[in-house]
């Protein structure tokens, strides 16, 4: 099946400096990835879909500048938390369409940032 | 309102009880319903899939739509200590290219050996 690999799975990081988080399509080619944050007993949120090639599109209250996303390749969206807060702390989820319909969505690992 | 709502538990049961989990909806445009399995630090990952009303099957699994009532159910047979998760519903109205996904914010199911 369709595999879609997330890294890092953990990363600590000091306010005030930035973090990529990577999410790569291993089998498949994909133009449109998301990118999630999960709250603890909240449900996934997504922030921006990433588009290969084009700019992202952001869900309203998500801020641009600080959460950078780049597709620059089929099979590879990355997520740079930039300045970074101890509020940013969160997990991260990324998405690839891997087929079609509402069930074609393969999900990464996630990534736990902590900002200390 | 919340679009989906689901009781984020935690939800304990003994090896071999049946489990049933549940979601409802605001939204009359969702047409395309999802449960979703998430172990602890991981990605969900795709359980059952349904379109419109109606019962699907898939071995333990069962999953149930009512869009009358706009309430939907998993229900885990003999449900196994592996079955310890967290579970999402998601949703979709997949209409006009649109296939977004919005979640609930999931059940935490521990299954008690």
């Known amino acids: 099946g369709a595999v879609v690999s997330q890294h890092p799975s953990r990363v600590i990081c000091k306010s005030g400096t930035s973090v990529k988080i990577e999410c790569r399509s291993l089998d498949f080619q994909a133009t449109t990835m998301f990118w999630y944050r999960q709250f603890p007993k909240k449900s996934l949120m997504l922030m921006a879909t990433s588009n290969e090639g084009s700019k992202a599109t952001y869900e309203q209250g998500v801020e641009k500048d600080k959460f950078l996303i780049n597709h620059a390749s089929l099979t590879l969206s990355t997520l740079t938390v930039t300045s970074a807060h101890p509020e940013d702390s969160s997990f991260y989820i990324c998405?690839?369409?891997?087929?079609?319909?509402?069930?074609?969505?393969?999900f990464g690992s996630g990534t736990r940032l902590t900002v200390v | 309102q919340k679009e989906v709502e689901q009781d984020p538990g935690p939800l304990s049961v003994p090896e071999g009880a049946i489990v049933s989990l549940n979601c409802t909806y605001s939204?009359?445009?969702?047409?395309?319903f999802m449960w979703y399995r998430q172990y602890s630090r991981k990605g969900p990952e795709l359980l059952m899939y349904?379109?419109?009303?109606g019962n699907k099957e898939d071995g333990r699994f069962t999953a149930q739509v009512d869009k009358s009532s706009k309430y939907i159910s998993l229900f885990i047979r003999d449900s196994q200590p592996s079955d310890s998760a967290t579970y999402l519903c998601?949703?979709?109205?997949?209409?006009?290219?649109?296939?977004?996904?919005?979640f609930g914010k999931g059940t935490k199911l521990s299954v008690i050996p």
């Open positions: 939204n009359s445009a969702f047409q395309y």
């Open positions: 349904t379109y419109s009303s």
């Open positions: 998405s690839a369409r891997s087929g079609t319909g509402s069930s074609g969505y393969t």
């Open positions: 998601a949703m979709s109205a997949e209409g006009a290219g649109s296939y977004q996904l919005t």
